[in-house]
């Protein structure tokens, strides 16, 4: 083998924690290089996850707008076709636009990229495996891993590619599903779920728990289920699925207790799991923890010595913009000595229609910890811009502590969730109050006004219900 490349910092992965990580260690200074096996950087979240999903959920709802809502605004359009390979190619063009863009920032901050597997070779040297199977050795102060999650699956699920897969699969179905089971009523299944609803599909979501969405505040979700049923969603709660295989009509899903399911195609949207296998963790002593994952420290070391974790490897939520906040946290401490990522300000958003956004406690788990608390909240349905836009379902909550009014969670379902938390996320990162947010001028009429209403509804002064 040839002798060892040298680096100050090697990044084994180039998902959104990855690469960030990569260009924010690059601006400090560091000679740094990423390792990643597939031709394309940006991670499963780019290539396969959150950009090509978004891009399908954008496309099927304005399919549906074309055909069933633009009349009521006074625009007739007549012979509405859907052209499902000329939207997933427009898909595929946003993936591929994006994905030469990270490509981009790689040659800009001179980041030396390596194709192929990473994997630990003890100390701080790093194989990278191709695909001819050609090795080269590499040598780093510092080595970050943030190779991030593949999807789970259960027991009893034959995954074949076609009939029965993930939202890997989901996304490129060449026609719409006569009849789609989803297993799994967490944010990827409502997503693509709903994506697949609006162009055609009957869709069926079996989830194992008795709610919808088990990591959002209760309340809110069961609005979400409300809206979503309407839309033409059917919910089975409280089901065990024990099994789902390809037969000789598409698909077949067994549930205990009752007739089994059969579906043009089934989606196992069961959650993810950390993508730690062929990384030879055992050689730098690298032990995972009960649920696989790596263990770190507040500033993301592992056990072993110059070697970090970040993203979906490591325990918290799997989401992109926690792994790329951890990953800026990670490189600015090595370069700095600083670094920090407030966990209790990192949103959580599901891409339906309308969007479910999250930050904070949800009011289960304040109930949980004994925290006392006041709530407000304020619907959709009162608000002007609302009207205007005709999406009225929904509704904005906010939770504050009974004595100090300190914001401590901020929950909204309805229109452009997504983007209206974020005003939510920065009020918490300055601990601000609800009377803070009460007294903060918001523009009329915007969506935004429902925030303002809800932290006014938390000391009982709501001013447009």
Not at 144 to 167: F, N
Not at 269 to 288: Q, W
């Amino acid at each position: 083998m040839a002798e060892a490349k040298k680096h100050e910092l090697v990044v084994i992965g180039a998902g959104p924690g990855g690469y960030v990580a990569a260009i924010r260690a690059a601006q400090l200074g560091l000679d740094v290089a990423c390792i990643e096996k597939e031709p394309r950087l940006g991670g499963t979240c780019l290539r396969i996850g959150c950009i090509p999903s978004k891009a399908l959920l954008e496309s099927s709802e304005l399919y549906h707008e074309t055909r069933h809502t633009f009349a009521s605004h006074g625009i007739v359009a007549k012979n509405v076709e859907l052209d499902l390979k000329a939207m997933l190619a427009r898909k595929d063009g946003v993936v591929d636009t994006l994905t030469k863009g990270i490509a981009g920032l790689f040659k800009k901050n001179k980041i030396t990229r390596y194709e192929g597997h990473g994997r630990l070779a003890g100390g701080t040297k790093v194989e990278v495996v191709a695909a001819d199977g050609a090795v080269t050795a590499l040598e780093a102060q510092h080595v970050l891993i943030a190779t991030g999650s593949t999807s789970a699956t259960l027991k009893g699920i034959e995954l074949d590619g076609e009939r029965v897969g993930t939202s890997t699969e989901a996304l490129a179905w060449p026609e719409v599903p006569k009849h789609l089971v989803v297993i799994g009523a967490g944010a990827i299944g409502l997503e693509l779920g709903s994506v697949w609803c609006r162009l055609g599909a009957k869709v069926t979501v079996l989830e194992y728990m008795d709610r919808i969405l088990p990591a959002n505040d209760a309340e809110i979700a069961k609005e979400a289920q409300k809206i979503l049923a309407k839309q033409g969603l059917e919910f089975r709660l409280g089901v065990k699925v024990t099994g789902a295989r390809k037969d000789a009509n598409g698909a077949v899903v067994t549930i205990e207790g009752q007739e089994p399911l059969h579906a043009d195609r089934v989606l196992v949207s069961v959650g993810r799991r950390p993508n730690t296998e062929g990384l030879a963790l055992d050689k730098a002593g690298i032990a995972l923890d009960p649920k696989g994952r790596i263990p770190v420290d507040a500033h993301y070391r592992t056990s072993a010595k110059g070697i970090y974790a970040i993203g979906d490897v490591i325990p918290g939520p799997m989401l992109a913009h926690k792994a790329e906040e951890e990953g800026v946290a990670c490189v600015e401490h090595i370069a700095t000595g600083y670094g920090h990522v407030n966990y209790d300000a990192i949103p959580n958003i599901v891409y339906t229609h309308p969007e479910v956004a999250g930050v904070g406690k949800t009011e289960e788990e304040l109930v949980a910890a004994g925290v006392p608390y006041r709530k407000g909240a304020f619907p959709y349905l009162a608000n002007g811009r609302a009207k205007a836009l005709g999406m009225t379902d929904g509704k904005v909550k906010i939770l504050a502590h009974k004595d100090t009014d300190r914001i401590l969670g901020v929950h909204i379902v309805g229109a452009r969730a997504g983007d209206l938390i974020a005003e939510a996320v920065a009020a918490m990162e300055f601990a601000a109050s609800s009377e803070d947010l009460a007294r903060t001028c918001h523009a009329h009429p915007t969506l935004a006004e429902v925030v303002k209403e809800a932290a006014l509804a938390v000391d009982g002064r709501a001013l447009h219900i």
